[in-house]
């Protein structure tokens, strides 16, 4: 009953959707659809010839490695047999402030992951609480692993995800795992599906130069309808950048929700500080330490170590979303300003590694994140003057342009194995539009910085001018970067 209600809503929001652009059109006059015509409605998505190009090259490489690349990787990591088996796995779950209830779903597919596996196994819980500690055991007693899979737990202190990875890896270094070792680092609302572990240890086998690894991710959305689309779309759209960086070994952050890594990785001095104090020396806003975003610490140490990374499409993970707040607007916000904060402040620094170890096109891609803030507002805001000063016309033709090519859009994450849905289009342009402002926030305030979940944020203790300068000067920075680009805008229309 669920099932056929959801399939008449899916049927009837695409519906709503097509006779929305329909009824648009029906507005325009006939001359927007002539090709002869100055109006012609193609020439619009001219501003977005960047942008659009940017998205073409990783769609087509994303397709390539999917159906391509890696059946050929996946074919020869099988052929290598047992000789590509770890000689142990370690599997890190960090657990803080999750329900008892995800947290035993957690736990329960990691142990059985690990007794599944049929590899030699320890199971590290990095955790704060007692209460979590009581739950795995219980849990453990009632799965009943065998001999060889162990269980190892790690107190720590509620001071951030950062500290618990590093007092895990520090547990795993004092066992002293060989060079054929490798560890996963599982957050603590991600559920492993079966057979994850044995789809992705064999290319450390494969790939000589392989640090670390990631994986697929669905997830489970614990919120309304819009909240959940919105995630679903993130995943399908993630799961093709990922592709595509894949294409180059240069996968471009290892996530936190499940990753696995060479243990010589690890457990490595340098990488373990990367981790727990990675920190920025900015030159308005000073030092101050990365509180979260500890999967681009992760990834830009191994690139700075001079590894390479990867993607294993077929190994899935299934996460567990609790968004921060119940309005779709403000939890959507939040999450933006952590996560686009993350990459921002990594990616000065990653760019300083230079071509010469990142290649041409990650380079290319790091560069484009700190460009697309721009370029995504620009459409509307070339939409908006030319209504104001030519006619109201104008701004149905965007509007239209809008409708159709996020359409497009929608329809080739078919290809993803994700589902889509109705409302995708108009999440997508909600991305494109209040993630480019929320970009531009951060970018002047990159030491602004909080969890959505543990609700900490960094304290620098600052003297008072210094705290003063730093509001000020990112705020005159803002507006200024703001004036300069509707300025221009207004000169060119």
Same mark, same amino acid.
């Given at each position: 009953m669920d099932d056929t209600r959801g399939r008449l809503r899916t049927a009837a929001g695409w519906l709503f959707y097509l006779s929305a652009l329909g009824?648009?059109?029906?507005?325009? #006059?006939?001359? @927007?659809?002539?090709?002869?015509?100055?109006?012609?409605?193609?020439?619009?998505g001219a501003v977005g010839i960047w942008r659009y190009s940017v998205g073409i090259t990783h769609y087509?490489?994303?397709?390539?490695?999917?159906?391509?690349?890696? #059946?050929?990787?996946?074919?020869? %990591?099988? =052929?290598?047999? %047992?000789?590509?088996?770890?000689?142990?796995?370690?599997?890190?779950?960090?657990?803080?402030?999750?329900?008892?209830?995800?947290?035993?779903?957690?736990?329960?597919s990691v142990i059985e992951e690990a007794i599944n596996c049929d590899y030699p196994c320890t199971v590290v819980c990095s955790i704060v609480e007692l209460s979590d500690e009581l739950l795995v055991k219980n849990l453990w007693n009632r799965l009943n692993p065998p001999q060889r899979v162990k269980l190892t737990f790690v107190r720590i202190p509620g001071t951030g995800k950062r500290d618990g990875l590093a007092q895990g890896f520090r547990a795993i270094s004092r066992a002293q795992p060989d060079e054929r070792a490798v560890v996963a680092v599982v957050d603590g609302d991600t559920?492993?599906? %079966?057979?994850?572990?044995? =789809?992705? @240890?064999p290319y450390f086998g494969l790939f000589e130069n392989l640090g670390g690894l990631t994986t697929n991710e669905f997830c489970?959305?614990?919120?309304?309808?819009?909240?959940?689309?919105?995630? /679903?779309?993130?995943?399908?759209?993630?799961?093709?950048?990922?592709?595509?960086?894949?294409?180059? /070994?240069?996968?471009l952050t290892l996530t936190g929700r499940m990753s696995v890594f060479r243990a010589e990785v690890v457990t490595n001095p340098g990488f373990i500080a990367d981790v727990e104090s990675d920190h920025l020396e900015h030159w308005r806003l000073g030092r101050f330490k990365f509180l979260t975003g500890d999967d681009k610490s992760s990834w830009y140490?191994?690139?700075?170590?001079?590894?390479?990374t990867f993607y294993v499409p077929d190994a899935t993970i299934n996460t567990v979303e609790h968004p921060p707040e119940k309005s779709f607007i403000k939890a959507s916000r939040k999450?933006?300003?952590?996560?686009?904060?993350?990459?921002?402040?990594q990616n000065s620094r990653a760019l300083g590694l230079g071509p010469s170890r990142l290649g041409w096109f990650t380079s290319l891609v790091l560069l484009d994140q700190r460009i697309s803030m721009w370029t995504s507002l620009l459409g509307p805001s070339v939409a908006i003057i030319a209504s104001i000063k030519y006619g109201f016309a104008y701004l149905l033709i965007y509007l239209l342009?809008?409708?159709?090519?996020?359409?497009?859009?929608?329809?080739?994450?078919?290809?993803?194995?994700?589902?889509?849905? #109705? %409302?995708? #289009?108009?999440?997508?342009?909600?991305?494109?539009?209040?993630?480019?402002? @929320? *970009? @531009?926030?951060?970018?002047?305030?990159?030491?602004? $910085?909080?969890?959505?979940? $543990? =609700?900490? *944020?960094?304290?620098?203790?600052?003297?008072?001018?210094?705290?003063?300068?730093?509001?000020w000067s990112s705020r005159a920075m803002t507006f200024s970067a703001g004036s300069i680009f509707v300025a221009a805008l207004m000169w060119v229309v």
């Open positions: 009824g648009m059109a029906l507005l325009l #006059p006939h001359s @927007v659809f002539d090709p002869q015509s100055t109006d012609f409605l193609l020439l619009l087509v490489r994303g397709m390539i490695f999917l159906y391509l690349v890696f #059946p050929y990787y996946r074919r020869k %990591a099988r =052929k290598q047999g %047992a000789d590509a088996d770890p000689s142990h796995v370690f599997l890190m779950v960090t657990s803080f402030r999750i329900d008892a209830l995800t947290t035993a779903e957690v736990y329960r559920v492993l599906s %079966a057979g994850v572990v044995r =789809k992705t @240890v489970e959305v614990r919120g309304g309808y819009i909240m959940h689309e919105w995630h /679903k779309l993130r995943f399908a759209q993630r799961h093709i950048n990922m592709c595509s960086m894949a294409l180059s /070994k240069r996968v140490s191994l690139m700075r170590l001079g590894y390479d999450l933006m300003f952590r996560w686009y904060g993350n990459n921002l402040r342009w809008i409708g159709l090519t996020r359409l497009v859009l929608t329809l080739l994450l078919l290809a993803s194995g994700h589902e889509i849905g #109705p %409302a995708y #289009p108009l999440i997508l342009y909600y991305n494109q539009i209040v993630g480019a402002l @929320v *970009k @531009v926030y951060v970018f002047f305030r990159l030491d602004q $910085q909080s969890w959505t979940r $543990q =609700k900490t *944020k960094l304290n620098r203790d600052l003297a008072s001018f210094q705290r003063w300068f730093n509001t």
